[in-house]
């Protein structure tokens, strides 16, 4: 194929420190904030994930690219990531289902690609220093430019991104013929989520970011959805005022990841920056109300503040993470509302805990009759 000419590149962290590299195809420069996902599989869902917008991505996983592409495995419709660090970039794919390589997948977006990065050592500075903002660049030779630049980037803290990739205009997902109808407010929705709601009966309409409660309304829903997305959930003013809204009308809500705090927002507990997030398909939580643990997909460096969850009379904690015992999951207490932290719909990742969507479905015919 020949296409994997590569060139020295270099990876600079906000803190100064340097790790080096080689750049796959035409190189070039890109900034975001760097984190890891510790998925052994899923590259290209993890990738299409609009919640890793404005992330360069660090991969855990020695070899990259194996499987191939393949396009039902997007969960959005372009590549999302900021740029890609990896140890071994495979230019061959041996998956029968692929239908190309990835380095075509991620040309076509025009993505920074790092490979013969020593990934263990960055993980590990990066789990014992915290997600920060980075750049990487073939841009080797001037790295005061490289500094200056990076400089310029702003934090994820007081970042709202869900604008960047939210829809422009609402649109129809599932047979409309659904016994189910439910107003989704996308903030980064995943196409994972729409197959499982669609799978259940229900006919969505999706909805702009900065929706109001009455756009939703005009639906006329049988239940309320609020997604994943990326960036700081404090910026989210409108969307935390519809949760308001739909709460306090005691409709049937359902919320994901960023949803999810949207939703703690709008119940006046506050959120904050983690060390270094949750991102991949292997995180432990446990379900407090059955007692049961699952194994779950995770993308997300925010987190709900667990003692104003516990303090508070209306909320209820549902689901820890057992890594760091974050709250994974709560649930308003006498309205038909609920959210978790993590992905119940993974793509990638584990089928523990798609029974959030039955609950969720329970949950609509109970007020629907």
């Not at 309409?205 to 609020?226: C, H, M, Q, R, T």
């Not at 709250?327 to 609920?338: D, L, Q, W």
């Not at 959210?339 to 584990?350: I, R, T």
Request: with cysteine; charged share 20%.
């Amino acid at each position: 194929m020949g296409y994997l000419n590569k060139k020295d590149a270099v990876i600079l962290l906000a803190d100064g420190t340097i790790f080096y590299g080689k750049a796959i195809g035409e190189g070039g420069t890109a900034t975001g904030e760097i984190c890891f996902n510790t998925g052994m599989s899923g590259y290209q869902e993890v990738f299409t994930d609009p919640s890793y917008t404005g992330q360069i991505m660090v991969t855990t996983n020695a070899h990259i690219g194996n499987y191939g592409v393949a396009k039902e495995d997007a969960e959005s419709g372009s590549v999302k990531i900021a740029g890609l660090i990896c140890k071994n970039f495979s230019e061959e794919f041996s998956r029968t289902a692929a239908q190309s390589n990835l380095f075509e997948y991620l040309n076509e977006n025009k993505l920074v690609i790092l490979s013969d990065v020593d990934t263990r050592a960055l993980v590990r500075y990066i789990r014992d220093h915290g997600a920060q903002n980075a750049i990487i660049s073939t841009e080797v030779e001037d790295l005061n430019a490289l500094k200056a630049t990076l400089l310029n980037v702003p934090s994820m803290k007081g970042l709202e991104l869900a604008s960047q990739v939210s829809c422009k205009e609402p649109y129809f997902y599932g047979d409309e013929k659904s016994m189910y109808r439910v107003s989704a407010l996308d903030l980064g929705i995943k196409t994972n989520i729409l197959r499982n709601l669609a799978a259940r009966g229900v006919y969505i309409k999706v909805f702009p970011f900065d929706a109001s409660y009455e756009d939703l309304v005009s639906f006329n829903p049988d239940g309320f959805f609020i997604s994943n997305g990326p960036g700081d959930p404090e910026p989210l003013t409108r969307s935390i005022q519809t949760a308001r809204k739909i709460i306090e009308a005691n409709k049937p809500l359902f919320g994901i990841c960023l949803g999810h705090q949207v939703m703690a927002l709008a119940m006046g507990i506050s959120t904050y920056k983690m060390h270094n997030g949750h991102r991949g398909i292997n995180h432990p939580v446990k379900n407090l109300i059955t007692g049961k643990g699952e194994i779950t997909s995770q993308n997300h460096g925010f987190a709900i503040n667990k003692e104003e969850a516990q303090s508070h009379s209306e909320i209820e904690i549902t689901h820890v993470h057992l890594n760091d015992d974050t709250v994974a999951g709560m649930r308003i207490k006498n309205k038909p509302c609920f959210s978790v932290q993590y992905h119940p719909e993974a793509g990638p990742g584990p089928n523990d805990a798609t029974y959030l969507f039955d609950q969720f479905i329970d949950l609509i015919k109970t007020t629907k009759n």
